[in-house]
DNA sequence: AAAAAAAAATGACCGTGGTCATAAATGACT
DNA sequence: AGTCATTTATGACCACGGTCATTTTTTTTT
């Protein structure tokens, strides 16, 4: 059977290409036309292959997954806290480096992911990762927790996020990797004093 | 002159039509057409009072402004822990009677707030009485925190509308509840141990 | 009260996302 | 190779959000 590995041929094409023209254009400035234009085949076979253009935006996140996770892998070194510091950091960079983009990405995930309990998208994903990091630190001893380490990384995850979303136009990743710091603070210590 | 309240009666007139009919049918479900024909005018005369169909949804948000603020200013008894924990339930509960149509305002709440500084959008107004909830709490004694009550009120608030957020459909007021109550240990403990 | 100016309403019109009946392509079977 | 069944591609078509030149209404000026 040749028939599913050209499918995925068509698909990658088409992703490839509107990946290019969105952030070359901006992803509302590029029509489903454009796209299927440059990739040389009609309108109605993009929707074979996406149910909406939006869709599309979920392929862009899952196009991060890889090298998030090689991130998540690099930071091996030092005090957890720390460690995790500059691992949000290098996401965060990331991130700037397509922030129009992949704010849009981010918000249609957050999106998808409401309202169902679906383990492969995105954000879950992003989730699990940083949930056996904290797992694995408490079994080795370089964290102390009474907390679940599933509703730490959902903490610190959503913190993250929020952190991205409220980024300003203007923001610059020094002020971002600032308000980051400020959040982990908090939740690190906790709000309320001993 | 009489035209400025004339025209604050149409805008009210279409507000709630169109909030009455999202609330029959369904965002998506409903169209310009349909709330332009309902309230007796042409549909381009929407677009004279709100510049797109979804900055209805910032408006749906913004007339809930009041009883959010009766609900904060109602619990003033007990530790602030658990105040806020009840204040978070009652606002969960308000979320929940309209929680298809209140999530699509949150996400647009959430989308234009993010990349500009605007102060009065619904989520910054929120934040700002947690804000100022804390603020008192600290003057009077029953809150003892290192941190900057700003910083606190930006986390409780994310946390907050990530669990409605993440909330399936088939999600009840107990789960989320719960749900909830275990990110605010996290956070008022703190993740690690002293 | 008439004329001029300003503001607001209108609906024909357009672009784009998305549908769907039909056509083309592919693979299985004889 | 020829027939049939199934999958995939196609583009005319539709619905809806949004625009804009024009008309209608309201206010100001004389």
């Known amino acids: 059977m040749l028939r599913e590995p050209r499918k995925k041929k068509t698909k990658e094409l088409i992703v490839r290409t509107a990946i290019q023209l969105f952030k070359e254009k901006g992803y509302e400035n590029v029509t489903v036309e454009e796209i299927t234009q440059l990739c040389g085949?009609?309108?109605?076979?993009f929707f074979n292959y996406f149910p909406k253009k939006e869709h599309m935006l979920l392929y862009v996140g899952s196009s991060y997954n890889d090298l998030l996770n090689e991130i998540v892998?690099?930071?091996?070194?030092?005090?957890l806290k720390d460690?995790?510091?500059?691992?949000?950091?290098?996401?965060l960079r990331l991130?700037?480096?397509?922030?129009?983009?992949l704010r849009l990405v981010l918000i249609e995930s957050i999106q998808s992911t409401s309202g169902s309990t679906d383990d492969t998208s995105n954000?879950?994903?992003?989730?699990?990762?940083?949930r056996q990091l904290l797992e694995e630190a408490k079994d080795n001893g370089s964290l102390r927790s009474r907390h679940d380490a599933s509703d730490c990384a959902i903490v610190l995850v959503s913190l993250f996020y929020q952190t991205l979303l409220s980024a300003s136009a203007d923001a610059d990743e020094h002020k971002l990797t600032?308000?980051?710091?400020?959040?982990?603070d908090v939740i690190w210590d906790g709000i309320a004093d001993a």
Chains 1, 2 share one sequence.
Do not use: N, V
Not at 73 to 79: A, Q, S, T, V, Y
Not at 95 to 101: I, R, T, W
Not at 178 to 184: G, M, P, V
């Open 83 to 91: 460690r995790l510091m500059e691992l949000f950091h290098d996401f």
């Open 123 to 130: 954000l879950t994903l992003f989730q699990q990762s940083i």
């Open 95 to 101: 991130y700037l480096k397509h922030a129009e983009l």
């Open 73 to 79: 892998r690099k930071h091996r070194e030092g005090p």
């Open 178 to 184: 600032a308000d980051l710091q400020k959040k982990f």
């Open 41 to 45: 085949i009609a309108k109605g076979t």
